[in-house]
C-alpha cells in the first residue's frame, strides 16, 4: 500500500534550467508535507514543508506547491545546479505518521 | 550535523542474533521515528515514539521492538535476524507533529 507515490524514479536536467518533481498521496489524514534531499549512505536532509492549509511556499530557489483536491505536491528548483544533482524524497505527515515516496534522483548536468 | 546521533555506524551480526540499535535526538525534539532503508528501496516507516509512548506503527516486523526511554533516546532492538535485515536504519527526531524531521546518518546492518 502505496501511500505516497514518486512516478518518476529519475529526471534529468540541464543546469540553469527548472527542475520539477512530482509526489502524490492517498491518505487524507495528511495534513504536512515536506521534501529531503539524500545523498548515498546518509541521512536525509530537510529541504522545505508546506501544511495543508497553504498551496505554497518558497524558500530561495526551492518552492512546493501543493494542490490538496488532486493530492498532489510538487518541487520546484530554479535555477538547477549540479550540486542539486541528488535522490530527493516527498513525504507525508499525519496521525504520527511521516511516510515516504520512493524517491526521483535528480541529475542536473553543465 | 543535524543533532541527531545514531549509533553505531556499522554492525555485522550472524543470523539468529539479536542487536540494539541507539538513538539520541536532537535536544528539544519529542518524538522519534524509525525508518529501514534496503538497498535501492525507499524509506520504509517502522514505528514513531512521541515523548515515550508509542504513537504510530507502519511495517515493523513482530521480531522487531523499540522504545523511548525517560531522556528521550530510543532504541530499536531487532532480533533473530535474517540475511534480508540487512539494511540501513534511520532515525529522525522532530518537536512533534507538523514539523520537520531531522535524520541521523544511520546504522548499517549487516547480517551474515
Known amino acids: 500500500d502505496q501511500q505516497v507515490k514518486q512516478n518518476s524514479p529519475s529526471l534529468s536536467v540541464q543546469e540553469g534550467r527548472i527542475s520539477i518533481l512530482n509526489c502524490d498521496y492517498t491518505?487524507?489524514?495528511?495534513?504536512?508535507f515536506l521534501w529531503y534531499k539524500k545523498y548515498p549512505a546518509e541521512g536525509p536532509t530537510f529541504l522545505i514543508s508546506?501544511?495543508?492549509?497553504?498551496d505554497k511556499n518558497e524558500d530561495g530557489r526551492f518552492t512546493v506547491f501543493l494542490n490538496k483536491s488532486a493530492k498532489h505536491l510538487s518541487l520546484h528548483i530554479v535555477p538547477s545546479q549540479p550540486g542539486d544533482s541528488a535522490v530527493y524524497f516527498c513525504a507525508a505527515q499525519g496521525g504520527g505518521k511521516l511516510i515516504f515516496g520512493q524517491g526521483t534522483e535528480l541529475s542536473v548536468k553543465p | 550535523d543535524s543533532g541527531v546521533t545514531q549509533t553505531p555506524k556499522h554492525l555485522i551480526t550472524a543470523t539468529g542474533q539479536r542487536v540494539t540499535l541507539r538513538c539520541s535526538p536532537r535536544?528539544?525534539?519529542?518524538?522519534v521515528y524509525w525508518y529501514q532503508q534496503s538497498l535501492d528501496q525507499g524509506l520504509q516507516f517502522l514505528i514513531q515514539y512521541y515523548n515515550g509512548e508509542e504513537r504510530a506503527k507502519g511495517n515493523i516486523l513482530e521480531r522487531f521492538s523499540a522504545q523511548q526511554f525517560p531522556d528521550l533516546h530510543s532504541e530499536l532492538n531487532l532480533s533473530s535476524l535474517e540475511l534480508g535485515d540487512s539494511a540501513l536504519y534511520f532515525c529522525?527526531?522532530?518537536?512533534?507533529?507538523?514539523?520537520?524531521?531531522?535524520f541521523g546518518q544511520g546504522t548499517r546492518l549487516t547480517v551474515v
Open positions: 535536544s528539544g525534539d519529542l518524538s
Open positions: 529522525a527526531s522532530s518537536v512533534g507533529d507538523r514539523a520537520e524531521a531531522f
Open positions: 508546506i501544511s495543508s492549509i497553504k
Open positions: 491518505n487524507s489524514m495528511f495534513d504536512y
